[in-house]
């Protein structure tokens, strides 16, 4: 059972350069959503999506698109990327919204943009 | 918007007791996590409370009192592998999670 997969593990890129981080879950979770963690700020949403389809904005969505075309792939976009985006990315998911539905998480992505 | 505030750092020996506190300030809530991050690795999941009251699982217990917007997570008999940090997250009313900034609890023989 893989879980909730994440690719690639690290990436150093340019500025102003396009990337793709890509997350795979075959739990059959509803809902998944993108994290950014840096140092002494925790975990920041970007983008979440409650059910394919459908794509919502979090706290800090600004540069970052996503796309839900089915229920187990969660991408998300840097159109052009900044060195402020230098951060780890967590991707995760949820069977559901409410209740005890714990979100898992995946591996993670280190991206430095340079 | 939520403000979720918890310690930096805490240090303890081996075997003790260490209790993390949480404090939130909410526009709405739908529910409290605990998850525990070792370094370098994904967050994992460590309790949920959505009533006041003790929850309690193995060596771990997490409390919650709505009026106070208050929780904490209580570590008994710690072990070397509860190094970590540990992240005290809010759901608001959307169902979605805003979390603290983790506090990093180091444990020593």
């Known amino acids: 059972i893989a879980g909730i997969t994440q690719a690639p593990t690290s990436q150093i890129l340019a500025a102003g350069r396009r990337m793709t981080l890509r997350c795979t879950q075959d739990?059959?979770?509803?809902?998944m959503y993108w994290y950014r963690q840096d140092l002494g700020l925790g975990l920041r949403l970007i983008h979440y999506?409650?059910?394919?389809?459908?794509?919502g904005k979090g706290e800090v969505p600004d540069g970052y698109s996503v796309s839900r075309a089915n229920t187990d792939d969660f991408p998300l976009t840097l159109a052009s990327a900044v060195p402020s985006q230098t951060s780890v990315y967590f991707c995760?998911?949820?069977?559901?919204?409410?209740?005890?539905?714990?979100?898992?998480f995946g591996p993670g992505t280190r991206l430095t943009v340079l | 918007g939520q403000n979720i505030d918890q310690p930096t750092e805490m240090t303890a020996t081996e075997g003790a007791i260490v209790q993390i506190n949480c404090t939130y300030q909410?526009?709405?809530?739908?529910?409290l996590f605990w998850y525990q991050q070792h370094a370098g690795e994904a967050p994992t999941f460590l309790s949920y409370?959505?009533?006041?009251g003790l929850e309690e699982k193995g060596r771990f217990s997490s409390f919650l009192s709505r009026s106070k917007g208050y929780s904490y997570l209580l570590l008994k008999e710690l072990q070397m592998k509860d190094s970590a940090s540990y992240l005290c997250?809010?759901?608001?009313?959307?169902?979605?999670?805003?979390f603290g900034a983790g506090t990093t609890v180091t444990v020593r023989a």
């Open positions: 999506s409650n059910t394919a389809g459908t794509t």
């Open positions: 739990m059959r979770h509803n809902a």
């Open positions: 997250a809010v759901r608001d009313n959307d169902y979605k999670l805003s």
């Open positions: 409370n959505v009533l006041d």
């Open positions: 909410t526009s709405g809530f739908n529910g």
């Open positions: 995760a998911s949820s069977e559901g919204l409410a209740g005890n539905n714990e979100q898992f």
